[in-house]
C-alpha cells in the first residue's frame, strides 16, 4: 500500500475542491495515483450529484458581475436545498465565478452554462463537486446578461436573496443605484412590483383585462354611463402608475414619483431586471411529527 502524504491529499483536494478525508480515501482506494483518485472522486461525485437531483432546490442566491467599465453585466440564480447552505463560502463563490463567465462569454441558455470552461473544468464537474461537498443538491435555475452603450448599476439584497440589474443612461452613479434599490424594494411582502418602465410597455392584455375587471364593478354603482366611463379609465390609470416603475413612488422619497426623481437628476431608466431567489418553486414541507411517528412505529 502507497504511503498517502499530506501534500498528495492537498493537491488532490485543490483539484477536486472536495474534503480532505474523501480525498484521502479515495487515494488509499487508488494506491496513491492521483490521476485515478481525480477520476474516482468525480465519478462519486456525479453518482452524488444525481441522487441529490431529485430534490427540491428553493433556496440560494443571486451571484452578480458587472463589468469594469459598467457596460456588461450579468446575474444568474443558483439554488441549494436550505439556508444554511445559502451562505456557504463556497457556494457563493461559485455563484460569483459563474455570473461572471455568463458576463464574459455570453452562453445561449443554462445548458450552454453548464458546459463553460471554469477553473480547469467545465461548470459542470464544477457543481457535482460542489454537491458532493456540501451535500445537498445545486441548480442553475436562470441567468440575464446585459450589454448596453449606457451604463448598468447592480444591487443584491438580503445576503443576495434579491439581485436588481438597472439600465441608466445619464444622471450619476448614486441615482442608478438608488433606482436598483428601489426595484428592491418593491419585492418586499404587501409592495407592488414594476413589470416594466413605463406605461407605454405595459402588455396590452394586463391592460384590457383590468379594464374588464373595473368596468364591471363601476356598472354594479348604477352611475350614468359617462361616469361609469370616467370611473374605469381613472381606475386603469391608477393601476398603471402602479405597476410601471417610473409611476411608483419613490422608495426614498414617497412624495415624488420615480419618474419626477429622474428627471431631476438628468437620469433616464432603460430597463431593469429583478431575481428573487425561490420564486415561483414550491418548497418541501417537512411534517416532523409524522416522522418521528413512523420512527416511534417502526
Known sequence: MADISASMVMELRQRTGLGMMECKKALTETDGDLAKAESLLRIKSGAKASKAAGRVAAEGVVGAWLAADGRTAAMVE????????????????????????????????????????????????????????????????????????????????????????????????????????????????????????SRDQVPAELIAKEREIYTAQAAESGKPADIVAKMVEGRVNKYLAEVTLLGQPFVKNPDETVEKHLKAKGATVRAFTLYVVGEGIEKRKDDFAAEVAAMAKA
Not at 186 to 195: E, I, K, Q
Request: glycine share 10%.
Open 78 to 197: 443558483v439554488n441549494c436545498e436550505t439556508d444554511f447552505v445559502s451562505r456557504n463560502e463556497d457556494f457563493l463563490a461559485f455563484a460569483r465565478k459563474l455570473a461572471q463567465a455568463i458576463g464574459e462569454r455570453n452562453p445561449a441558455d443554462v445548458a450552454a452554462v453548464a458546459a463553460l470552461a471554469i477553473d480547469g473544468g467545465t461548470v459542470e464537474s464544477l457543481r457535482q463537486a460542489l454537491v458532493q461537498k456540501i451535500g445537498e443538491n445545486v441548480a442553475i435555475r436562470r441567468f440575464a446578461r446585459f450589454a448596453t452603450p449606457a451604463r448598468l448599476m447592480q444591487y443584491l439584497h438580503g445576503g443576495g436573496r434579491i439581485g436588481v440589474t438597472v439600465e441608466v443612461e445619464g444622471g450619476d452613479e448614486a441615482t442608478g443605484r438608488d433606482i436598483a434599490m428601489h426595484v428592491a424594494a418593491s419585492a418586499a411582502p404587501g409592495a407592488v412590483r414594476p413589470v416594466c418602465v
